[in-house]
């Protein structure tokens, strides 16, 4: 028998690529309210610039969806009750979120603060749980990536 999905827990069954169905069972209708405002906004932000692709990251850690170009802008995490965003700070990002710090929320600010550098940068996962961290994931990919036009 299996055990009923937790909380973070991922989707993991590699046979079924997930679709917008899926993805708003699985994380629920207020975030996939925020999930497909995200995604709304990147295509409006970045015309023709992404095509995101579902990728398998193994038993562990299941499907996730990527945006990137020549290299990557974010990740998108569906997880039972919920989504993160994983974005990738190299260190002119993490200069320009120094000098912005105060338009960020303080638990975008804490992350920030508590994740470790790497040498290919801060790899930040945010849990998208308001509008408020909707806010600040997008301020993020800005500094990623100035908007087109």
Do not use: N
């Not at 629920?28 to 990251?57: E, K, V």
């Not at 990738?88 to 804490?110: D, H, I, P, Y």
């Amino acid at each position: 028998m299996a055990t009923a999905p937790r909380p973070a827990d991922r989707l993991t069954d590699k046979t079924v690529v997930p679709d917008d169905e899926r993805v708003r069972d699985w994380i629920g209708a207020d975030a996939f309210a925020r999930w497909t405002a995200l995604r709304a906004w990147i295509a409006q932000t970045y015309p023709g610039i992404f095509s995101p692709d579902w990728i398998y990251g193994g038993k562990k850690h299941g499907w996730a969806l990527r945006y990137k170009k020549s290299r990557a802008f974010c990740t998108l995490l569906p997880e039972y009750g919920s989504f993160a965003a994983v974005i990738v700070l190299g260190e002119a990002e993490r200069e320009k979120f120094e000098a912005q710090r105060s338009s960020f929320s303080a638990r975008l600010s804490r992350l920030f603060d508590e994740t470790e550098a790497f040498r290919d940068g801060k790899w930040l996962k945010v849990d998208v749980l308001s509008a408020e961290d909707l806010q600040d994931v997008t301020a993020l990919l800005v500094l990623k990536r100035r908007p087109k036009g």
